[in-house]
């Protein structure tokens, strides 16, 4: 099940939990004790951090998988840490990551040392606004992070996942997959929350590992399959032929669905349903052109169900998770307090100079 350690910063106790947090998380992940240590000091700092310059703010911690996949089975495992802030902005993103940069005394490792020793870092920060910082640790095996192999790897995927009332576990689950030159995304909400959604979202990120040569329609109805005696859940795909620059989606469910072209964006639709329980007779796939400009976001309905994408949305430079984490911050809101498990996924180009 998806475990995600979902750390409030805002007295200096917390900055230890945060950094506890990051070391189970390598655990899980299966990293070496050099990379353990990396993530408890990235994690430590991130952490103090919120506490001196921002007055507080969220650290989110789980495992992840790369986001680009280097080969078309990559089990590679990564540490995400993101931290999320109202706070005031960075005004000078370039000095604040220069090594030893720091307004107040802090550990002296700072977002630069933060960036240097983690394998993916990126931050979106305006005046105002808050920060959103995103560092993943762990060793990708034979070197395949410097590998580039076909079209495939034009493409990023990311996510931040946050469960409900600070639970250990989120009972959405995200997951993407390669098969050639296709890459696959899949978002999964599993019927309410708590471990037994959460079981319920495994069971479909499981049986996407399966299903990557598979069309999105004809990998839902086998994901209906292997979620049956669960109690169901919500699901999206959308699978990228990044030859053809062709877009397919398909969903069942209330995952929402929106792409970003050039700037403008369009809703792609679900069918009423539930995976595993009550999948509908037809299912039809959507296409759309695949480009540089493109962004795809998919979010479960912990998201308000009136959540207006900005222009940050659309940034196909950014960190896809960088991404969903200004997504779950900016559409967030006291009037509207969450009442699921929250879980926003991205898909965007990756950048000729990207990782």
């Known amino acids: 099940m998806p475990r995600v350690w979902d750390v409030p910063v805002h007295d200096s106790t917390r900055v230890r939990d945060a950094r506890v947090a ?34 507080g703010g969220q650290v989110l911690i789980d495992v992840v998988a790369p986001t680009v996949l280097t080969a078309e089975r990559d089990e590679t495992r990564l540490v995400q840490v993101v931290t ?16 030893g940069f720091s307004t107040t005394r802090s550990l002296g490792a700072g977002l630069g040392t933060c960036a240097r020793l983690a394998d993916d870092f990126d931050l979106h920060s305006v005046p105002g606004r808050g920060t959103v910082v995103v560092a993943r640790i762990g060793a990708a095996p034979d070197g395949n992070r410097a590998a580039r192999p076909g079209p495939a790897a034009g493409v990023r995927a990311g996510a931040v996942n946050v469960p409900f009332g600070g639970a250990d576990y989120s009972g959405d689950a995200w997951a993407w997959v390669r098969a050639g030159d296709r890459v696959t995304l899949m978002l999964a909400d599993g019927l309410g929350h708590g471990p037994e959604a959460a079981r319920a979202s495994t ?50 469910g209330n995952i929402g669905a929106r792409l970003c072209e050039g700037g403008t964006w369009r809703h792609l639709v679900s069918r009423p349903g539930i995976v595993g ?48 984490a200004v997504t779950v911050r900016d559409a967030s809101s006291s009037a509207r307090p969450v009442r699921d498990d929250t879980a926003v996924a991205v898909l965007a180009p990756n950048p000729p100079d990207g990782p």
């Open 203 to 252: 069971a479909a990120v499981e049986a996407l590992r399966g299903s990557a040569h598979l069309a999105p329609a004809e990998a839902l109805r086998r994901l209906d399959t292997a979620l049956t005696g669960t109690r169901g859940a919500a699901v999206a795909v959308a699978q990228v032929d990044t030859r053809a620059a062709v877009l397919r989606f398909a969903g069942i």
């Open 84 to 99: 999320v802030d109202h706070g005031p902005g960075i005004a000078d993103v370039a000095a604040a990551l220069s090594d």
């Open 277 to 324: 329980t009550h999948r509908p007779t037809t299912l039809r796939e959507q296409e759309a052109a695949w480009a540089d400009d493109r962004v795809l976001v998919l979010h479960s309905d912990g998201l308000p169900s009136r959540w207006t994408p900005t222009p940050d949305t659309c940034r196909t430079a950014a960190d896809p998770a960088v991404t969903a």
């Open 22 to 55: 990051a070391e189970h998380a390598a655990t899980l992940a299966g990293l070496d004790e050099q990379h353990t240590a990396t993530a408890a000091l990235v994690a430590t700092e991130l952490a103090t951090n919120l506490l001196k310059h921002a007055g």
